[in-house]
């Protein structure tokens, strides 16, 4: 939606206030209200369907594949928006989050190896149905949902393999699957918008577009784990910078609040 120059200055003026007014009339550190499922594609490892009050709408299933450790990544994200071509920024700036995310997650990889030569490789495939705002938050849910989901078959063959060339057998009752998040919980990647000296969490396209820059800040296992990063908006009307405070700012509000985001979308 297109804002008029007096609709964005009035929208302005109320975020930038002590304290801010959000036209839905959120807190900052407030989520908008989502709905999520588990378990929703057949013939996946793990799948979640996320949708918000809006009407923005994420779907992700999780597939795996035994490969070789030397054959590089073992997670691979992909994401396909409803309207963009593949060659479009956003799709593509959207997965290389994801993968960047997700491949700085140890305890992740570790539950990837399967012996001395193979490991699963982990497909992550999104699709955005529908979206209003910057959906990268909407679409980690729903990557943290579908891993939080995601059982991997339980292997009953060797683990040294380094002397034999064995390829790693399975048990084929899928009740001994066991599930990817043990003692952990996946990474969440969360969407903030600096405004003055004021920081919202889950911005709508219209705060983006009065917002100095956008932050995206990752939680994993009750902290604040890297990585920790600017985001382009692409709104470009406000490049006067912002106070180093308010960085801090950011992470008080994500470390106040992002265990209710995660109690929100698993109750």
Same mark, same amino acid.
């Given at each position: 939606m297109k804002f008029s120059v007096s609709e964005l200055s009035y929208l302005r003026s109320s975020l930038i206030s002590s304290p801010p007014l959000r036209p839905d009339c959120r807190k900052p550190g407030q989520f908008r209200p989502v709905e999520s499922e588990v378990d929703w594609l057949p013939f996946t490892n793990g799948s979640a369907r996320v949708r918000a009050a809006d009407g923005s709408e994420c779907i992700v299933g999780i597939?795996?594949?035994?490969?070789?450790?030397?054959?590089?990544?073992?997670?691979?994200?992909?994401?396909d928006i409803t309207g963009y071509k593949d060659n479009d920024p956003l799709p593509n700036s959207l997965a290389e989050a994801l993968r960047h995310t997700l491949n700085a997650c140890p305890e992740l990889t570790a539950q990837l190896i399967l012996t001395e030569?193979? =490991?699963?490789?982990?497909?992550?495939?999104?699709?955005?149905?529908?979206?209003?705002?910057?959906?990268?938050?909407?679409?980690?849910?729903?990557?943290?949902? =579908?891993?939080?989901?995601?059982?991997l078959p339980?292997?009953?063959?060797?683990?040294?393999?380094?002397?034999?060339?064995?390829?790693?057998?399975?048990?084929?009752?899928?009740?001994? =699957?066991?599930?990817?998040?043990?003692?952990?919980?996946?990474? %969440?990647? %969360?969407?903030?918008?600096?405004?003055?000296?004021?920081?919202?969490?889950d911005p709508t396209d219209a705060e983006l577009e009065v917002a100095e820059t956008a932050l995206c800040i990752t939680w994993k296992n009750n902290a604040i784990a890297a990585p920790i990063k600017n985001v382009?908006?692409?709104?470009?009307? #406000?490049?006067?910078?912002? #106070?180093?405070?308010?960085? %801090?700012?950011?992470?008080?509000?994500?470390?106040?609040?992002?265990?209710?985001?995660?109690?929100?979308?698993?109750?």
């Open positions: 597939k795996t594949k035994v490969v070789a450790r030397s054959e590089g990544s073992l997670i691979e994200p992909s994401v030569k193979y =490991a699963f490789r982990l497909y992550v495939d999104c699709v955005v149905l529908s979206f209003t705002s910057h959906p990268l938050s909407l679409l980690s849910l729903a990557v943290f949902r =579908a891993l939080k989901s995601t059982r339980q292997l009953i063959s060797s683990r040294d393999d380094t002397l034999v060339d064995e390829i790693p057998q399975f048990n084929d009752d899928w009740d001994a =699957a066991q599930p990817i998040c043990t003692k952990w919980s996946p990474p %969440l990647v %969360l969407l903030l918008a600096i405004v003055g000296d004021n920081v919202l969490l382009d908006i692409g709104s470009g009307k #406000n490049v006067g910078g912002y #106070n180093p405070k308010v960085l %801090l700012d950011a992470y008080d509000l994500v470390q106040s609040c992002a265990a209710q985001v995660v109690s929100m979308i698993v109750s």
